[in-house]
Nanobody, 122 residues
Framework: VQLQASGGGLVQAGGSLRLSCAAS????????MAWFRQAPGKEREFVAA????????EYVDSVKGRFTISRDNAENTVYLQMNSLKPEDTAIYYC????????????????WGQGTLVTVSS
């Protein structure tokens, strides 16, 4: 499956952005989807994930209550709505996919998009 992330940009602290990740090549509903991020000088970290059906979501503690992951299987797209952004959310955000045969959705993703840069100014 090929993934194309978009929607990043420059936003002031407290603002919002919505990231999109369009998938192609395989049946989208066969995959769990996730967003990861990598800040300058730091390792890539898990941000949010959603199961193939959309029935379960998980988040890293630092974004709970501010970010929402969702998906539209008819449009082959996963979204990350980011509200109340903070400077520490500045990072390159990557979408990722893994086959739905595992119930663990926080890691071990097989397919990655190219990343989209989110910059939050203070």
């Amino acid at each position: 499956v090929q993934l194309q992330a978009s929607g990043g940009g420059l936003v002031q602290a407290g603002g919002s952005l919505r990231l999109s990740c369009a998938a192609s090549g395989r049946t989208f509903s066969r995959y769990h989807m996730a967003w990861f991020r990598q800040a300058p000088g730091k390792e890539r970290e898990f941000v949010a994930a959603i199961t193939w059906s959309g029935g379960r979501t998980e988040y890293v503690d630092s974004v709970k209550g501010r970010f929402t992951i969702s998906r539209d299987n008819a449009e082959n797209t996963v979204y990350l709505q980011m509200n109340s952004l903070k400077p520490e959310d500045t990072a390159i955000y990557y979408c990722a996919a893994k086959p739905r045969d595992s119930n663990y959705i926080r890691s071990a993703y097989d397919y990655w998009g190219q990343g989209t840069l989110v910059t939050v100014s203070s």
